[in-house]
């Protein structure tokens, strides 16, 4: 095992393009704190969106937001966090966003896949570091993960970590495990159908869409339930309906999901 450290531009360029100019000046001694708001709903929900906290639907889980929004400047004594909760619940949107936001207000951040670590993980002074889905770290990589935590305070470090279920039932290290479970736990709760509509019908008034309640209903039944595929389909009927110059029909939204299986 090796303790020599991973350069942080390069980790953060070979684990994902998107956060490769992460690092950044920290914040200046004195700067006053800033307040970001937790929005219920998002303006902006296409598909297409970059992650971002300001683009994920709180539901039931505005705590989880909020804490998000707190982790964001340097600490003293870092808090860190653990978000459990099935596939598709939103915990690497929320990873990733929390790295995004943290860049942007000038702290170091980093995001990693745990399938992606070898034997040591980035550490720098404030940094915050995010690992995605860490039931897949392998035996050597819960090692690095467990000396991140040991390091952590002495360097202002936060961790931001997530997996499939709560960590009393992660198959880890045992001290890894005690580790992860000293965090603030959050789980990540899915929205429910009333959600779904209400964002569904939502995003159509603002395209100026006139959805009928049984094509909601038919989409929440027969589609893909998770909120990516619902906008998508939400984009195509839009794009066939002013291809064809006519309204959007139960048939037009049946040859939707036929047509095109990856919705």
């Not at 300001?54 to 705590?63: G, I, L, Q, R, Y």
């Not at 000396?147 to 961790?159: D, E, V, Y």
Request: net charge negative; charged share 25%.
């Amino acid at each position: 095992m090796h303790d020599e450290k991973p350069d942080i531009s390069d980790t953060l360029a070979q684990t994902n393009s998107n956060f490769s100019r992460n690092v950044a000046r920290l914040p200046l001694p004195g700067v006053e704190r800033q307040d970001y708001p937790v929005k219920q709903l998002t303006l902006d929900l296409h598909a297409d969106a970059p992650p971002l906290l300001e683009n994920f639907v709180a539901a039931s889980n505005a705590d989880l937001l909020a804490a998000l929004y707190e982790a964001i400047p340097v600490a003293d004594v870092p808090q860190h966090l653990f978000l459990w909760g099935d596939a598709g619940s939103g915990r690497s949107h929320l990873l990733r966003s929390v790295v995004t936001a943290a860049a942007q207000a000038g702290r170091p951040a980093c995001y990693v896949q745990a399938a992606e670590v070898a034997d040591t993980l980035p550490e720098a002074p404030a940094l915050l570091l995010a690992v995605d889905d860490v039931e897949g770290l392998g035996p050597e990589a819960q090692i690095a993960l467990f000396r991140a935590f040991n390091s952590a305070r002495g360097q202002r470090m936060t961790l931001i970590t997530s997996g499939c279920a709560a960590p009393l039932h992660l198959n880890l290290r045992e001290d890894l495990r005690t580790r992860i479970g000293q965090s603030l736990i959050f789980e990540v709760k899915a929205l429910n159908d009333d959600d779904r509509l209400a964002i569904l019908n939502a995003q159509a008034a603002a395209r100026g869409l006139r959805l009928d309640p049984d094509i909601v209903q038919y989409l929440l039944r027969h589609g893909r339930r998770d909120l990516t595929s619902l906008l998508r389909t939400l984009d195509a009927l839009d794009a066939a309906s002013l291809e064809r110059k006519r309204a959007i029909t139960l048939p037009l939204l049946r040859e939707i999901l036929q047509r095109d299986l990856n919705l």
